[in-house]
């Protein structure tokens, strides 16, 4: 009974590596998160940022949203390529569209995008959007905050507020914000695991067997 009792903590305990390899998600990647795309960024510690699962097609991925402090208005927005509508006929990423006039102004394009930290905020990922159409001789920029929502899949969008200094602040709200390492294939965004992680992950019992059995011996005398 003791050696049995003593076989199972050990196993949990040398099973936990495995299990946080094979949940793809972490809390505190090292570093900034690098721009390596229109919408990835990389980490320093092999890990990833990757909003391309949610760019299914050439149409928005969130459309029609209104702004809450201004009903009149509401925002596409599609964050990985530039798309166009009726409203906003100027290839965009973020489309303003006043509900009154019927017409759509871009607020930033995916050409120039790039990933940065919000100033009171370090850990906070932002993803900005420039070069938007220039209103009284002001070019306009969309400013999106990353928040990692594993439950969230595609998510949502909110507008956290309009600066009125021609910049857009919206909140994406998904499990495509969350840092993943590049190796874990829990994140495969509906595809099955693949043979080569099987044997990975078949690799990492044997090995966390074989060193835990003097953990397992210590538990054993302990008992």
Same mark, same amino acid.
């Given at each position: 009974?003791?050696?049995?009792?003593?076989?199972?903590?050990? !196993?949990?305990?040398?099973?936990?590596?495995?299990?946080?390899?094979?949940?793809?998600?972490?809390?505190?990647?090292?570093?900034?998160?690098? +721009?390596? &795309?229109?919408?990835?960024? /990389?980490?320093?510690?092999? %890990?990833?940022?990757?909003?391309?699962?949610?760019? +299914?097609?050439?149409?928005?991925?969130?459309? &029609?949203?209104?702004?809450?402090?201004?009903?009149?208005?509401?925002?596409? %927005?599609?964050?990985?390529?530039?798309?166009?509508?009726?409203?906003?006929?100027?290839?965009?990423?973020?489309?303003?569209?006043?509900?009154?006039? &019927?017409?759509? !102004?871009?607020? #930033?394009?995916?050409? #120039?995008? %790039?990933? +940065?930290?919000?100033?009171?905020?370090?850990?906070?990922?932002?993803?900005?959007?420039?070069?938007?159409?220039?209103?009284? &001789?002001?070019?306009?920029?969309? /400013?999106?905050?990353?928040?990692?929502?594993?439950?969230?899949?595609?998510?949502?969008?909110?507008?956290?507020?309009?600066? #009125?200094?021609?910049?857009?602040?919206?909140?994406?709200?998904?499990? %495509?914000?969350?840092?993943?390492?590049?190796?874990?294939?829990?994140?495969? /965004?509906?595809?099955? !695991?693949?043979? #080569?992680?099987?044997?990975?992950?078949?690799?990492?019992?044997?090995?966390?067997?074989?060193?835990?059995?003097?953990?397992?011996?210590?538990?054993?005398?302990?008992?």
């Amino acid at each position: 009974m003791k050696l049995l009792v003593a076989f199972t903590l050990a !196993i949990l305990t040398c099973l936990m590596p495995v299990a946080a390899a094979l949940s793809g998600y972490y809390d505190d990647p090292a570093g900034l998160c690098q +721009t390596a &795309g229109s919408c990835v960024c /990389h980490y320093d510690n092999n %890990y990833k940022i990757d909003l391309n699962p949610l760019q +299914t097609s050439a149409t928005p991925v969130f459309a &029609g949203v209104v702004d809450d402090e201004a009903s009149t208005l509401s925002y596409s %927005y599609s964050p990985c390529s530039d798309f166009t509508t009726s409203s906003c006929p100027t290839s965009n990423a973020i489309c303003q569209v006043n509900a009154t006039s &019927g017409n759509g !102004i871009s607020c #930033g394009s995916t050409q #120039g995008s %790039y990933f +940065t930290a919000d100033a009171d905020i370090p850990s906070e990922v932002v993803l900005v959007y420039p070069n938007g159409a220039v209103v009284n &001789g002001q070019q306009l920029t969309t /400013h999106v905050i990353l928040t990692c929502d594993p439950s969230a899949d595609p998510g949502n969008i909110s507008v956290t507020f309009d600066s #009125g200094d021609y910049t857009v602040f919206l909140n994406l709200n998904s499990k %495509y914000c969350c840092p993943v390492n590049f190796t874990a294939s829990a994140y495969s /965004h509906g595809s099955s !695991i693949s043979p #080569g992680t099987i044997i990975c992950i078949s690799y990492l019992l044997v090995i966390d067997l074989l060193f835990c059995w003097p953990f397992i011996l210590w538990l054993e005398l302990c008992f």
